[in-house]
Structure formats: structure tokens, C-alpha cells
């Protein structure tokens, strides 16, 4: 869900929120193709080192960790020993996306949003939704306004840093005088060398 603070968490050990991922608005993209109509909302683990860290007023996504989702549905909990550092004249912070095509803000208190075509809030299983009437928000969140027309057509997906692995591990040889082959059979990957093949795990299977 989004999430706004009025106070910095310079670190999650220790909070109720331990174990949490947290992820900071970096900008959009298209996939560059005239017939796709989503505008992706990238987004990017904070590290929690140096400057990185959740900012008083600055609004984030975050998924609590396994076992704390109750949360999320208004469990009381109670920080110790944060800082409030002023943040200046209104409810919350903004952070604007390098095209100018929509700002990510925040929002402290509960507040009143008359329905609108401009604004996106998140709901459940991480989708965009525009409130279709006047509707009155809990704090400590935040929602995404469209600094551009609305398109009909037009779909917004949010995009989450991929965690995987993006490359495939190398298997150790004996020697490098034959050139190594990597292939995938039946969904699985295969490293050939010679007349021997390997498993992903450099287990030789033939």
C-alpha cells in the first residue's frame, strides 16, 4: 500500500515495520509500442544507507513483512525515538516523475478528495483506481496525480523492481581450450563443454 510518515525511519530495525519492503518513485515509461496504451510507475528498493532512507512527508509503496499484514487494518503501533524534522507550509511532499507526466504525492491527514479523473489511488492486488465521487481518505498515505489529459485508452501499471536474478551462473572447467555451450531443454538450463554437460549447478549429468 502507499504509505506517508510525518516523522524519518532512518532504519526498519526495531520498528514495527521490520522486515518490510519499501520502495521509492523513480519515474515512468512506455514500452515504446503505439499500440500499447500502459504507462508503467517504476519504483525502487530503498537501501536504508547514507540519504536512502524514508523521509518525513515523502510518500512510498511498502508490503509489510509476513505475519504483520494486520497493519495494514488499523492495528495500533507505536514508534520510539523518531525524529519530526519540519517540513514547511501543507500536508505532504511531492515527487514528480522526469517526463512531467505524473507526481506521486503525499498525505498526512485524513483528507476530502471530491471525484476526479486526474487522480490514481491504489487499491487492492496493486491496481489504479480514480475515485467516481467525493470520498474522505485516512491519513498517512498517498496517491498519483496525472499532470497530462486523460486518455481513455490509456491504462497505468505499477512496475516493481525484479529481485531475480538476471544472468546465469558460471559453472567452473577444467580448462578453457573448449568453447561452452548454454542451452535450455525441458525449462531447464544446460551448460555443454566438449562431449560433457553440466547442470546450472555445475553438477555433470552426461
Known amino acids: 500500500s502507499t504509505i506517508c510518515l510525518p516523522f524519518e525511519l532512518k532504519s526498519l530495525v526495531g520498528t514495527p515495520y521490520e522486515g518490510a519492503s519499501v520502495k521509492k518513485f523513480v519515474g515512468t515509461h512506455t514500452s515504446g509500442d503505439p499500440n500499447d496504451k500502459r504507462v508503467f510507475l517504476d519504483f525502487e528498493e530503498l537501501s536504508f544507507v547514507g540519504d536512502d532512507y ?78 467516481n465521487k467525493q470520498t474522505t481518505l485516512n491519513g498517512l498515505r498517498g496517491y498519483f496525480e496525472l499532470n497530462v489529459p486523460v486518455s481513455a485508452d490509456m491504462e497505468y501499471v505499477v512496475n516493481f523492481p525484479d529481485k531475480a536474478p538476471t544472468d546465469v551462473p558460471v559453472v567452473p572447467m577444467m580448462t578453457d581450450t573448449l568453447k561452452v555451450t548454454k542451452y535450455l531443454w525441458n525449462g531447464n538450463i544446460y551448460i555443454q563443454k566438449g562431449g560433457l554437460v553440466y547442470d546450472i549447478s555445475g553438477t555433470r549429468i552426461k
Open 54 to 131: 524514508m523521509h518525513a512527508g515523502v510518500p512510498y509503496l511498502i508490503q509489510l513483512a509476513a505475519g504483520k499484514e494486520n497493519i495494514a487494518k488499523g492495528t495500533e503501533v507505536i514508534f520510539h525515538d523518531v525524529d519530526f524534522p519540519y517540513m514547511g507550509v501543507g500536508n505532504g511532499k511531492e515527487v514528480t516523475d522526469g517526463n512531467n507526466l505524473l507526481t506521486f504525492k503525499g498525505f498526512i491527514n485524513p483528507t476530502e478528495f471530491s471525484a476526479s479523473k486526474t487522480r490514481l489511488f491504489m487499491t487492492a492486488d496493486n491496481r489504479l483506481i480514480m475515485l
